[in-house]
């Protein structure tokens, strides 16, 4: 049987688009796990959101040639489908945050003593963090990425840039009264 | 966030925000697990062989521009002759009409019900018309059996509305007199 030349462009035009997709998750895959982590801090769940990720952009491969900034353009999906699935989520006791935070944090020359209190700490500057607005918080999380300038974050949140500084201003604020406050019940 | 030269936030290291942006870039900083490229990929490709294309539609006409079937060959080229469209799409719209056409013909219209059935009347604690009538009032008065004389007729024309005013005016005159 022949085969139609529509068939051999279809499947050529194919071959480009995954060729494509591979480069895009070799090339964010990491970017985008943290960007989840970040949000989720749970492993599975967030390699779960990356996967879905670019599952979406597989369903609109069409459109990834009019994408300017194939970067921030996965992060807005990744993220959207993190404060998602936060969302839906029950919120988790703050011992699993320690535990998991234990387990994934750096531990250079720490021992276990110190690495558990490392762990709490962070786990309990975490939970105010949460304590946060969530416009405030999810700026402040944001900018915690190096990589991620304040027009990205902006773009990413769907803001303008002013908009993200001023956040950011509040949050950082907000975020010294609570730990003060948190300090002082201690 | 702030040794990048592209991020151009502020530090707050040392105070209490810089606590929770340290611990957040810490975060922000762990490495993805190894082999989650890999297994993104893999998760990709299934999905793509399983579903090579969700939303595709079928080209038509079933060739391309450039296919050497177009325009006349005979090699399966047929769907290009407006005239064999033509006749196909007229052989799907006569056997369409046809097999309509044949059901109405096979279903029969419901006969209509000889006797009209009247709905049952309740023999007790019902309402019922009891077998009555309404008849319309019939007039009471006197009724004439023949015309009146002309003579009678023709005093009760435009004067009589006169007299009987003048029989008032003289009834109430008397009363005075006296």
């Known amino acids: 049987m022949e085969i139609a030349p529509s068939a051999v462009q279809d499947e050529a035009r194919e071959q480009v688009e995954e060729e494509a997709l591979d480069a895009l998750v070799g090339q964010y895959a990491s970017t985008l796990y943290r960007v989840a982590f970040s949000i989720l801090r749970n492993p599975s769940d967030a390699e779960d959101a990356v996967q879905e990720a670019f599952l979406r952009v597989l369903r609109h491969r069409d459109t990834l040639g009019e994408i300017r900034d194939h970067r921030v353009w996965l992060i807005r999906i990744v993220w959207n489908i993190v404060l998602d699935r936060k969302r839906r989520s029950k919120t988790r006791p703050e011992t699993d945050d320690v535990a998991e935070l234990a387990r994934v944090l750096p531990a250079h020359g720490l021992s276990a003593e110190q690495r558990a209190a490392a762990a709490q700490h962070h786990a309990h500057v ?31 949140l769907g803001i303008t840039e002013s908009s993200v500084r001023s956040r950011l201003f509040r949050a950082r604020n907000l975020m010294a009264d609570l730990l003060n406050h948190s300090r002082s019940l201690r | 966030m702030n040794s990048h030269p ?11 925000s810089g606590e929770a942006e340290a611990t957040l870039r810490l975060i922000a900083g762990l490495p993805a697990p190894e082999g989650l490229e890999e297994r993104v990929k893999a998760g990709l490709h299934q999905t793509l062989h399983q579903a090579p294309r969700s939303a595709s539609l079928l080209r038509w006409p079933l060739t391309t521009p450039h296919d050497p079937m177009r325009s ?3 090699r399966g080229g047929w769907m290009q002759s407006p005239w ?11 056997v369409v009409a046809g097999g309509g056409w044949e059901v109405c013909t096979r279903i029969q219209p419901a006969q209509e019900p000889k006797a009209i059935a009247l709905p049952p009347v309740a023999a007790h604690g019902g309402f019922s018309s009891a077998n009555a009538i309404r008849t319309p009032k019939t007039l009471n008065g006197t009724v004439l059996t023949h015309p009146l004389p002309d003579a009678v007729a023709g005093k009760k024309g435009p004067d009589s509305s006169k007299k009987p005013v003048k029989k008032a005016k ?8 006296h």
Do not use: Y
Request: proline share 3%; aromatic share 4%.
């Open chain 2, 6 to 16: 592209h991020n151009t936030f502020d530090s707050h290291t040392g105070s209490g």
């Open chain 2, 84 to 94: 064999l469209r033509g006749a196909a799409a007229a052989a799907i719209v006569f």
């Open chain 2, 170 to 177: 003289a009834e109430t005159a008397k009363p005075l007199g």
């Open chain 1, 126 to 156: 975490l939970t105010c963090v949460d304590q946060l607005p969530a416009k405030e918080r999810e700026v402040m999380v944001l900018s915690a990425f190096e990589e991620l300038t304040s027009v990205e974050i902006a773009s990413v």
């Open chain 2, 72 to 74: 006349g060959s005979t």
